[in-house]
């Protein structure tokens, strides 16, 4: 399965795009992971948002 993570900047902006491919959702957080530190990510299955991390790599809690 492809998917993307979402760079964030600290106004809530997409800063970066990088494209992956992970077998499920618990891989694609996993390998989102290395792209924390300087900027929480997101992580989508197209449509489909798998999970928001902050800068320490730590899921967020997705509202609605």
């Known amino acids: 399965m492809f998917f ?10 997409i800063c970066s795009v990088h494209e992956c491919e992970a077998r499920d ?8 992971r290395r792209f924390c530190g300087a900027h929480e990510v997101e992580i989508w299955d197209r449509a489909r948002r798998i999970a928001r991390l902050g800068k ?3 899921e967020r809690r997705l509202a609605g």
């Open 56 to 58: 320490d790599g730590e």
């Open 4 to 13: 993307r993570v979402y760079c964030i900047d600290e106004r809530g902006h």
């Open 25 to 32: 959702d618990a891989e694609a957080i996993e390998v989102a």
